[in-house]
């Protein structure tokens, strides 16, 4: 299916796989049980995995509670959603007034269509939150953004119908998958240099320890025979980190477009990391 099959992904997200889907689910194990997603993010592999009928049961989960609030009220009353986001006008002070109100105060459809509405008219598309937690990024200079596909989010709101929405920490994998099961991790990249290190989508950033810890869950799930996917930048430390049996490392090629130097714009080598071989 092309970009505009429904269900895909209803936020831009700093990372997205879309444009890896193809690679990522042709290195698939050829048969899996529960689907497990730590870091959802936007969500493509699972829309890609869904839209081919390859889902049978899913358990997604991210520490950020605003994305999760997010997903949750997309599953559970999209329609009060939609009718939030089409009473949303396209303008710069409305944009600074939403993004001023602290979500914990708005109702779930209230904070998913504010999550919603300053992602998608947010400059280039990020989520990005300062140390207090605080959404900190400014008006996007887009003409006509696309905030209420109605379409798609009632497609969303479909597929993640017997779909598990759970905010927690990447490490819930260990305690929820199962033999038989898959993983698929795609946690913030570790930087290629000290300027390139974007881990802002929580307050708390993501450190070299938690990618530390992320492998050693890897290795616990390995020894529990669940299949483990993961995404990562082929940076020297993640190369390391997974270096040593069972896993297997390949390179792909992805473009990346958040940037705010466009030089610096365009084809990525990055990492896929798999126990299993393919």
């Not at 505009?4 to 997200?13: E, G, I, M, T």
Request: proline share 5%; aromatic share 10%; hydrophobic share 40%.
């Amino acid at each position: 299916m092309g970009d505009s099959a429904v269900p895909r992904p209803f936020l831009k997200w700093a990372g997205g796989k879309t444009q890896l889907v193809n690679e990522l689910t042709r290195r698939l194990p050829v048969d899996f049980g529960d689907y497990h997603e730590p870091f959802i993010g936007g969500g493509a592999l699972f829309f890609a995995l869904f839209r081919a009928g390859k889902i049978r049961k899913a358990i997604l989960s991210d520490v950020n509670a605003e994305l999760i609030d997010t997903y949750t009220a997309i599953r559970d009353c999209v329609a009060q959603v939609i009718r939030h986001l089409v009473q949303f006008p396209h303008a710069k002070d409305f944009y600074y007034q939403l993004r001023a109100q602290n979500p914990a105060d708005l109702d779930l459809s209230m904070r998913a269509a504010r999550m919603i509405y300053l992602n998608k008219t947010g400059y280039n598309g990020l989520y990005r939150v300062n140390r207090r937690g605080e959404f900190n990024v400014p008006f996007g200079s887009y003409k006509s953004p696309q905030y209420c596909d109605e379409e798609n989010l009632h497609a969303v709101s479909h597929a993640l119908r017997q779909v598990e929405i759970v905010c927690a920490l990447f490490d819930v994998a260990q305690t929820r998958a199962h033999a038989g099961d898959l993983v698929y991790f795609d946690p913030p990249y570790a930087p290629l240099s000290p300027t390139s290190n974007f881990t802002a989508y929580h307050a708390n950033g993501f450190s070299p320890k938690d990618q530390e810890k992320l492998r050693d869950v890897c290795v616990e799930l390995t020894r529990r025979k669940v299949s483990v996917m993961l995404s990562n930048s082929n940076a020297k430390s993640i190369r390391a980190l997974y270096a040593s049996s069972p896993f297997v490392v390949s390179e792909v090629q992805a473009n990346r477009a958040i940037n705010c130097r466009g030089a610096q714009r365009g084809k990525l080598t990055e990492l896929i990391v798999m126990n299993y071989s393919k």
